[in-house]
Antibody
Framework: QVQLVESGGALVKPGGSLKLSCEAV????????MSWIRQTPGRGLEWIAY????????KYADSTKGRFTISRDNAGNSLFLHMSGLEVADTAVYYC?????????WGQGTLVTVSA | DIQLTQSPSSLSASVGDRVTITCQAN??????LNWYQQKPGKAPKFLIY???NLATGVPSRFSGSGSGTNFTLTISGLQPADFATYFC?????????FGPGTRLDIK
């Protein structure tokens, strides 16, 4: 069955960098767009970025544009989120999600905490 | 950005009740509206796509309706597993946005 497993969340200082990974199993990975979505108690669910199956098409939310980069390795069935210039406001649980207009499968989430 | 509001923000109900949750968009999103269910400590679970189509495995007591700017999620005959938080989400335009959620708990 479809399964998405995120990893890489950590405690990072403001201004730091971090790379999140999401390993996908159970479906033809390169057939699907994939997204990163984050959640905080204060701001709720926030879509961050998506990437097309062949990586030719990416889009970002304004809040992360220029600081975050989404990428994927189809040979390894993996999705990535490279985060730099991290801010306290980036503290959240980060989810990867299979994307087809809707987000039909989600990982379990990985916690990123940005704090001095 | 398209803003989604949900009402009520929280709701108490009993097993067997029928409940309705409303999602309103600040501009026309035709039928590009999905619903998710989330339980504490878990990822959101996909429930309904394109206003009224149930995701695979979702019980028929869940239903959705609406178009344009006003949408509803109805649960008929609440079961214990249904007590959770529900979010709407639009994909009419970027950025994809979510409603703030409606928390449904047991009376």
């Amino acid at each position: 069955q479809v399964q998405l497993v995120e990893s890489g969340g950590a405690l990072v200082k403001p201004g730091g960098s971090l790379k999140l990974s999401c390993e996908a199993v159970g479906f033809k990975f390169d057939d699907y767009f994939m997204s990163w979505i984050r959640q905080t108690p204060g701001r709720g669910l926030e879509w961050i970025a998506y990437i097309s199956g062949g990586s030719s098409h990416t889009k970002y939310a304004d809040s992360t544009k220029g600081r975050f980069t989404i990428s994927r390795d189809n040979a390894g069935n993996s999705l990535f989120l490279h985060m730099s210039g991290l801010e306290v406001a980036d503290t959240a649980v980060y989810y990867c999600a299979r994307t087809a207009g809707r987000f039909d499968y989600w990982g379990q989430g990985t916690l990123v905490t940005v704090s001095a | 950005d398209i803003q989604l509001t949900q009402s009520p923000s929280s709701l108490s109900a009993s097993v067997g009740d029928r409940v309705t949750i409303t999602c309103q968009a600040n501009q026309d999103i035709t039928t590009y509206l999905n619903w998710y269910q989330q339980k504490p400590g878990k990822a959101p679970k996909f429930l309904i796509y394109d206003v009224s189509n149930l995701a695979t495995g979702v019980p028929s007591r869940f239903s959705g309706s609406g178009s344009g700017t006003n949408f509803t999620l109805t649960i008929s005959g609440l079961q214990p597993a249904d007590f959770a938080t529900y979010f709407c989400q639009q994909y009419d335009s970027l950025p994809r946005t979510f409603g703030p959620g409606t928390r449904l708990d047991i009376k």
